[in-house]
């Protein structure tokens, strides 16, 4: 849409206005820049948002017009949006990408299921690839009355655009409106804003001439201005209830005018014939009303339909531009159907309802003729729920059932998956309360323990594992013996209890879930019990049960909807990392962050975004950590709940940690602690203080690493405590910080620990860290020789596994023992290569990335205390004597 708008007085008469929609413009051709135009209804929005499309030459235009019909479906603006664009353009996107718009636009069957996530997915892959030919604008008209599920394809959208792509809406502002708060960009300063206020006497009467084409005597403006308050719309439909008789100035004095811009409507869709009411009314109806449509609502000829609209054309309430109705002004049509009684207006539902063929609008249009459900109706909005649900609209299929819950068909089942739907689109809080209700009005049984499961998910996710904990001992209570249920309930309990560190009776329920899924035998069920159970064996310091995860991952059935961490395939992902084949794990868990990313699992998306990030650090791969990261911050900001935004935060601090960014560190991780202690999460809350530990560590300061470390060293028994990554990541923090502050004795236990296991379950990340910390140990007690052949061995163990980070650290031990002993040329050539590996890692995170400290009494030599001190943090280097 490129349009021809006359210039409207604001932008002639205004020059902030205009110069902010010049710069907008300019900014959009060079990157993502947007701008909202707000203000009260009539004031012009409208026409501003045309006069800017008119000027937004040599841009790709994406325009839609949102009305705020109750009878929209899903993506219905979307779908405006990508209407004018070759579908050659999305052809090979990935699938579900593909699908997703196919879908939306109609254009493919229901077969398969799309999700939001894909979606917005798709429309910023669409975006992106237009902008690459050059700038494309976005314009909405009316954002207020977007559809929830447009709505979040155009919030995840605009949080990633990177290309030059502008973003044009306009907004009703007024007391009734709650702004628009979900539009941002990657940088806040690209949002600008224009706030349309009244017009003056002038503006007014310049705007007033032209629209009417006929000029008004001073005292008539000086009037107009008055009652409306200089709102343009209000002005011109007062002007146009004045004929040539009250123009004079002495019989304008004395002329009524309506007092309320809801009165000026009124009078201007007064006069017309009954048949034209109609009409109007069936446009007014519907979201994007057509003649076809209209006529054969009202039962009318085609071309006698478009004969009788002409008067109303003419007076300026409705334009037909082809097959296609468009009223003129957004009050005009609620006017319309303001006036209809509540009968009429059930009628011409019920009528539109015979008309239309997409599914949700139909249900929409039964929905709205009834005041309560019968089983047609009932079955139409379950149909329309679940068309919407597989087009990726939760939100629309929330709606949807809602509307048959409020029509009286408020069965359980019903209940709960209005419940899942809200919960999919983000809204926890109404899914806890259709839960809560629901569970109330049960009696015990299978379906009470259902929603009782459901309220835990809900749980888990918005407030943590205390409250979904003893949710689901309730769910097991309700459910039989024999209950397929019952494995899953045991299932989540399991896992909610390990990260509680109640490990013996998480292993106890892991046990119980598995021995009642062979029983029951169930293929799916195996699989979860036997990877949780192998997953849980693993972390409390048993080894690795390959042949299980093996049969597990083989039994996992992937299009049954399971959590992610209770599927075989996220469970084995992770232990490859902890295990050191990270080239495996890593591959496994991108696999499955892009699934989660295709389908629009969200709530999956942020916990493998975690995981992903770990796996990213522990490679030494700081670029993948930091965008990842990133995104999962903005998703789970957009799911709201403490659970997704403590598990975002644990990734931000520790991708933060390893680029050497100190403040983001200290400032996301008092945040994620805070949250961490809220939900009762105190596995992962001891990760973030991990990360703090390794962060003194990196800066120098020991004494801080110790006391920050001081929780989990007290908490920590090396006789029987695990030392499995990720868990026990934090050891050789501790032990590097214990020696460096002159208490080699408190380091022994924890290094004889990860020794003794390390040997037992021959898993090289604990020998190579015991080693290293096993140097320090002797080096510190003078016993160069021995802590040399120490470091030796813990290389060879490095050799093992692609941890760059922590090689470099050992190496670097080991060059300043060499030149301790005076072995110059050996002390250079390691210490040589521990720089070479500290440079590659700078390279890839930045010119603050940190490098590891092992300088501290006891073993310091003289040549590093004379060296240049560091500016804070790893951020100098340390360079070969």
């Known amino acids: 849409m490129t349009g021809n708008a006359a210039t409207p007085a604001v932008l002639r008469t205004r020059p902030t206005v205009r110069r ?42 994406l325009s839609a017009r949102v009305t705020d019909a109750e009878s929209v479906s899903a993506y219905t603006a ?85 290309g030059p792509v502008g973003i044009l809406g306009s907004v009703r502002t007024d007391a009734d409106s709650a702004g628009i708060t979900w539009l941002q960009l990657p940088r806040p300063d690209g949002l600008s804003r224009i706030t349309l206020t009244p017009l003056t006497v002038n503006e007014l009467h310049a705007a007033v001439t032209e629209r009417l084409r006929k000029p008004l005597p001073p005292p008539a403006i000086g009037r107009i201005h008055e009652v409306s308050g200089g709102n343009p719309f209000y002005a011109i439909e007062l002007a146009r209830e004045l004929d040539d008789r009250t123009l004079d100035a002495a019989a304008f004095a004395d ?136 087009r990726g609209a939760p939100a629309a299929a929330a709606e949807l059932l809602d509307l048959a819950i409020h029509l009286g068909g408020g069965t359980p089942q019903r209940r709960l998956m209005a419940a899942q739907h809200h919960f999919d689109a983000g809204d926890q809080e109404r899914a806890a309360a259709l839960l809560r209700e629901t569970i109330d009005a049960l009696p015990p049984g299978e379906l009470r323990g259902a929603a009782l499961t459901q309220l835990a998910a809900v749980r888990l996710h918005s407030t943590g594992f205390g409250p979904g904990i003893r949710l689901l001992l309730q769910a097991r209570d309700e459910v039989g013996e024999n209950s397929p249920a019952r494995v899953q309930i045991q299932a989540m309990l399991a896992f909610s209890l390990f990260n509680i560190y109640e490990f013996a009776e998480s292993l106890r329920m892991a046990h119980r879930a598995e021995a009642d899924a062979e029983r029951l035998s169930d293929p799916h069920l195996i699989s979860i019990a036997v990877s949780l159970r192998v997953a849980l064996e693993f972390l409390t310091g048993s ?27 996220t469970q084995q992902a992770m232990l490859l990392a902890s295990l050191g084949e990270l080239d495996r794990a890593r591959e496994e868990l991108e696999t499955i962050r892009l699934r989660c990313l295709q389908r629009g699992e969200e709530h999956d998306y942020v916990y493998v975004a975690g995981q992903v990030v770990l796996a990213a650090l522990w490679s030494g791969d700081t670029a993948t950590a930091e965008l990842v990261s990133d995104d999962a911050l903005e998703c789970a900001r957009q799911l709201g709940g403490d659970t997704a935004m403590f598990l975002a935060n644990c990734a931000q601090v520790m991708a933060a940690a390893f680029t050497g960014r100190t403040e983001q560190v200290r400032r996301v991780a008092a945040e994620a602690l ?95 860290v015991a080693g290293r910390g096993r140097a320090l140990v002797l080096a510190a007690r003078g016993d160069l020789d021995a802590a040399a052949a120490a470091a030796r061995e813990a290389l060879q163990q490095h050799d093992r596994v692609a941890m760059p980070l922590e090689r470099g650290r050992t190496l670097l031990v080991l060059g300043r023992i060499e030149q301790r002993l005076r072995r110059k040329e050996s002390a250079s050539a390691v210490l040589q290569e521990a720089l070479g590996v500290f440079e590659r890692l700078r390279r890839r995170c930045g010119p603050t990335a940190p490098a590891p400290s092992c300088r501290g009494p006891g073993w310091d030599p003289p040549a590093a205390r004379s060296s240049p001190p560091r500016s804070g943090g790893w951020r100098s280097w340390p360079h070969p004597e």
């Open 20 to 61: 902010t929609v010049d710069s907008f413009l300019a900014a959009a051709r060079r990157g993502p820049a947007a701008l909202l135009i707000e203000g009260e209804a009539g004031i012009g929005k409208t026409a501003l948002w045309s006069a800017i499309l008119a000027r937004a030459h040599g841009f790709r235009m």
């Open 78 to 162: 979307l779908a405006d949006l990508l209407d004018v664009v070759d579908p050659a353009v999305w052809a090979d996107l990935p699938d579900p990408q593909r699908h997703a718009v196919d879908q939306l636009l109609q254009h493919a069957d229901l077969d398969a299921v799309t999700d939001q996530r894909a979606v917005a997915a798709a429309f910023l892959a669409v975006l992106e690839r237009l902008a690459d030919d050059g700038p494309v604008l976005v314009a909405i008209d009316d954002l207020q009355w977007l559809d929830p599920s447009s709505e979040h394809a155009l919030a995840f959208t605009a949080r990633r655009l990177v």
């Open 255 to 390: 002329a009524e005018l309506p007092r309320t811009l809801g009165e000026v409507v009124r009078s201007r869709l007064d006069g017309f014939a009954p048949q034209v009411h109609e009409a109007l009314l069936a446009a007014a109806c519907m979201a994007a009303p057509t003649v076809d449509a209209v006529a054969r609502a009202t039962g009318t000829d085609h071309d006698r339909l478009v004969e009788s609209l002409e008067t109303v054309e003419s007076r300026g309430i409705i334009t037909i531009d082809g097959n296609r109705i468009r009223f003129t002004h957004p009050l005009l049509s609620r006017g319309v159907y303001s006036q209809a009684t509540p009968d009429e207006r059930r009628d011409m539902r019920r009528r539109l309802a015979d008309v239309v063929d997409e599914p949700e609008r139909r249900a929409r249009h039964l929905a709205l003729a009834a005041t309560r459900g019968d089983e047609t109706t009932l079955r139409a909005l379950d149909h329309a729920a679940e068309s919407a649900r597989m």
């Open 543 to 569: 080894g690795f049960d390959a042949e299980s995860m093996q049969r597990a991952v083989a039994l996992e059935d992937h299009h049954t909807h399971t959590p992610i961490v209770l599927r075989p395939s």
């Open 674 to 768: 805070e949250l961490g202690r809220r939900i009762g999460t105190y596995r992962l809350t001891d990760r973030v203080i991990a990360t703090l530990g390794f962060l003194e560590v990196s800066l120098g300061d020991h004494r801080a690493a110790v006391d920050t470390l001081a929780p989990l060293l007290r908490s920590f028994d090396p006789d029987t405590s695990p030392t499995e990554l990720p868990g026990a990541a934090f050891l050789p923090d501790a032990i590097e910080a214990l020696v460096q502050v002159g208490r080699p004795a408190e380091a022994e236990p924890l290094i004889a620990a990860l020794e003794r296991n390390g040997r037992r379950v021959d898993r090289p990340w604990m020998l190579a």
